[in-house]
């Protein structure tokens, strides 16, 4: 398998077919990405389009710094653009309000959930608790990190994920529920 820096010489080359490469190796993860993020499978793959345009244009600014460091490269072009994406068209309703703690029966069986549900439950989700929860669980920033990104408050922050981990636990439970598993 081709290394990063292999791929990313061939494409400073212009090598026909290494943006392809590039396009293909990484498209699945962005995808699924722009899924978490965005409200509907159209808007990802929008996500997913203007993201490598990004990538592709800015390629030959990139700094490779080992192995790994174009994925995470790949991955944060990603995240922004689905930020950037949700800021654009959809209206965040973020509050410094800490919501009441879930009653401990509220805490869902996550592993009783295939991924893909899983993804279509997050996507339910408000776009500022998604947003918010996306960036704390998976891209693990801190809330004073995912507050500088989105000019919030760290206690924003922390009261939209509790509100997104409340929400989800309620779609979760409905879901296990529903379906018996």
């Known amino acids: 398998m081709e290394t990063e820096l292999e791929l990313l010489n061939a494409i400073r080359n212009g090598e026909r077919g290494a943006q392809q490469r590039l396009y293909g190796r990484y498209a ?40 790994g460091s174009l994925r995470a490269w790949v991955i944060s072009i990603v995240v922004h653009c689905a930020i950037d994406s949700i800021k654009d068209h959809d209206r965040l309703m973020l509050t410094d ?60 922050s922390a009261s939209q994920y509790s509100r997104a981990k409340q929400t989800l636990a309620r779609l979760i439970n409905n879901y296990l529920k529903n379906n018996k598993l």
């Open 28 to 67: 699945g993860m962005a995808m699924a990405i722009g899924q978490r993020y965005a409200p509907d499978r159209d808007t990802a793959q929008d996500v997913v389009h203007d993201s490598f345009v990004k990538i592709l244009t800015s390629v030959g600014k990139f700094r490779y710094q080992g192995e």
């Open 97 to 156: 309000h800490l919501p009441e703690r879930p009653d401990e029966k509220e805490e869902p069986d996550v592993g009783r959930v295939p991924p893909d549900v899983l993804t279509k439950l997050i996507s339910k989700l408000p776009p500022g608790y998604r947003m918010v929860l996306n960036l704390y669980v998976f891209e693990q920033l801190s809330h004073k990190e995912i507050g500088q990104l989105l000019d919030i408050t760290p206690q924003t």
